[in-house]
Structure formats: C-alpha cells, structure tokens
C-alpha cells in the first residue's frame, strides 16, 4: 500500500469548492465613497487557494460595480484584507482550512450555512493580527509562504530537505506555478516525488515518513504541531487519525465513539468538567477517526503538504 | 564569541527574551509522551520533546547562527517562552543586531525554511529542535528557500 497515491482522492479534493459572498465593510465603503452598499459578490473558491489570490479581482469587482470608483481603484493590493464574523482571515492559509475554521467555530450549527459570507477590508490592515505585504508582492509573497511550508513538511517527513531541494529549478517553480494555474496533473508529476514513499533507512525499509506534517486548530488556542510517527515501529501498526488526537489533544478529542473528554470549564473557575468529544474536520468533511494516518497524509494533504485538521464542537 | 557545541548551559545573566504572559497554550498541553509520539521507530527524536508545553510559562532554547556577511552575535544562545510566535524571534534578533525592524532579515529553522512569523516557537521547538536547540540561521539576503 505504500508510497501509491490515490487519485481519485487526490483530484477530488483538489477540485473542492467553497462558495463565498463577499461584501464590502460598511465603514470602508463610506470613506471611500463607494455608493452600492448592498452589492455582494458571489464566488466559487477552490479550498486549495488563497485569498491573495483573488483580492486583485474583488477589488476590481467592486470599483467597477460602483460606476468606476477611482478611490477603490487606486487601492493598494496589500491593503486588501478579508474578515469573518470580526476576525481577520490569514491569507497565508488555504481558503478551505479558514472556512472550516470559521464554521468550527459554531457549534449551534452543525453544517456550515453556505455560501461562507466574508467581508472585504481596504483600509486599516490589522498589521498586529496579519501578515503585512509590500506593494506589488502579494503573489511572491504567497508562492514564498507555500514553498516554505512544502520545505516544513518535506523536515518533517524526512529529517532534511533534499527532497524539496533535489527536485530540478523547473520542477520546483512548476509546484507553485501549476497550483496557482490550477493543474492537477502538472502539479502531482513533482508532488508525487515529495510526498510518496517515506526517507531511506527510517522505519526499516523507508516506508514511512519520520513524522506527519499536520497541524491541529481549536478555536481559541494556538495551532497545535507535534512530532508525530505514523506508525509503531514495533507492531507495524499505522496509527489512526483518532489514536494520535486522543493521544496529542486528550483534553478535546476521545477516538471513543461517543465519548466524553474532561477539561476545565473556560470561564476561569478552574472548575473540570465534561465536554462531548470533538470531531475532526479536513477539507469541510467529518474525518473517520479509524483513517490510517499515512493514508490521510498522502491523499488528503492540502498542497502545501500539510494536514491541516480543524476540531468541530 | 561563538558558544561551543559542548556548552548546553543558557547564560543566566545573559539578555533573555522578553516573557510575556502566554494566554493560549491549553490546546499544548499534553501529558507525557505515549506510544505514537514516543515511537521507538523514530531514530533521532528530537529530545526537546520532553518540553512540552505543560507548563505555559515553559522555555526552551533558541540557538542562533549568522549565515554569508550576517553580523554575529555576543551571545548565541537565548531562552523564548515556549508560547510565542516566531515574530517574537524576529523582532528580538532585529533588535539585538541593530536593525530597524523595517529592515529585513532573513531567519530559517535549520538552514531549511523559513516559517511564517505567526508559527508557535514551542511548536518549532518541539518539531525540529536537534539536541534541545532550536537552529536559528539568519541572513541579510534570500539563503535558503
């Protein structure tokens, strides 16, 4: 079973979208003059995007709905910025991770009301809350954040980065560049060289990747990244999405179907008390906490190389 | 003054970083390691692991190297709250060099890749620290990646 990946899956969750209603904030909208308040822009993402990558066509959008509103023409791309419900999006995370983070959020809801209603910024860029570009370098900025963190999950599954730095200068720019084109294939011909197969001599025979490159998000804590093996190098046994949660996050996450977890109540009492188990979200879907880890690390990675997992109330 | 390999103690009289109050550690916390994470298939696990944040004021130890024409620094070696972003790091090596914080400067975690400014350092620390440093290389121009 190793080292294969499986298309089907692969492409799939590549063509994912989410479709979003943006609207200008009102407090932008009155300083810059722009008069259709009510206007939204409905738009179909693909989860695997980022916001960088389509603030240039909003704003365009919207200047050229309000009659060819010279103010919001002029607009920076860096000073463009998207919000949810208050809260700054980060455009350095895939599109499909802040959805799922948002409706996670919101346990009166199980499913997330679609379309995902964000709103977009022109002023005030909450430079303490975001990540600040420099005029004209939204696009490098973004395609440097992504080969960096495909450079954390290649140190992470191997121990070093010779992997990423072995592929070709055209293999390399070809990543980012059939990504942002949105070319599966062209895209899977140099992801397949990273992500199959684990590092030589680890895990006897190099079979599996030294750690999984995932990370974990709970509303209201920071992102959680662990070392962690995919496999019991004594039984051969492939850990399963739910071992390692109930294992790294034991306070939120049970693989006990139906079970309960203990924590201190949030409102500062110190009082323990019991909370359902949550349940963990991947690409908008309800993962089975049975699903090998190493299975889910090669199929279901966003392109970034990482398993960007949301815990759901 | 470049500290030894050998040399493992932190300074204490040396400039710490600044410890702010952490406020959202409680999804790191964790018990002692179990079997997944203690996996005896692992070679070289990183033996920072057994500085998990289960203390939320925890520190762990940052190791910086200057990379091409990088100015060096006095004192290689510093203690970060666990709990901090990497932009804590950032400004922190700015300030200890001199710079303007507008001026850039290239930081990477073991002369592989840069991680964004909001990364966890415990994080980092826990990930990819070799022998309980975590390998900081710092550059004036694009090194790596």
Known sequence: MQGAIDETVAERLWDGQVPLRISVHPADAAALGVHSKSLSLYLSVHRFSYLTLIATDVRRFFADADGGNARLGEVDDADIWFECKGEPLKWHYPVGLLADMTTAANAAIPIAPLPWHVTVRFLNFPADKLLRGHSESMLSMTSDAFMSMIKEADFMRNGNIKKVMGLSKQDQTQLWESFAAHRFRDFWNVNAQLVAGGSEGVNGGGSYPRFVPMRVYVAGCAVVQEPVSPVDGESDHEYTLGEILSNILPRYYSSIPGGQVSRRSPNGTGEVTTFPAAVPILHGIEVPPDTPLVWLSRNCSYPDNFLHVVLRF | ?145
């Open chain 2, 1 to 145: 003054m470049q500290s030894g390999d050998a040399n493992f103690d932190v300074p204490h009289h040396g400039k710490f970083l600044v410890t702010v109050n952490p406020t959202s550690m409680s999804a790191a916390e964790q018990g002692p390691a179990t079997s997944p994470l203690a996996s005896p298939s692992v070679p070289r696990r990183p033996s920072s692991a057994a500085t998990s944040n289960a203390e939320p004021n925890a520190k762990v130890v940052v190791r910086f190297r200057a990379t091409g024409n990088a100015p060096i620094l006095k004192q290689n070696f510093y203690k970060i709250t666990a709990s901090q972003k990497f932009q804590t790091v950032i400004s922190f090596l700015k300030k200890e060099l001199h710079y303007k914080q507008q001026q850039s400067l290239f930081l990477y975690v073991n002369a592989a890749f840069a991680p964004a400014p909001d990364e966890i350092v415990g994080n980092l620390h826990k990930c990819f620290a070799t022998d309980g440093n975590l390998i900081i290389n710092y550059s004036t121009t694009a090194a790596w990646g």
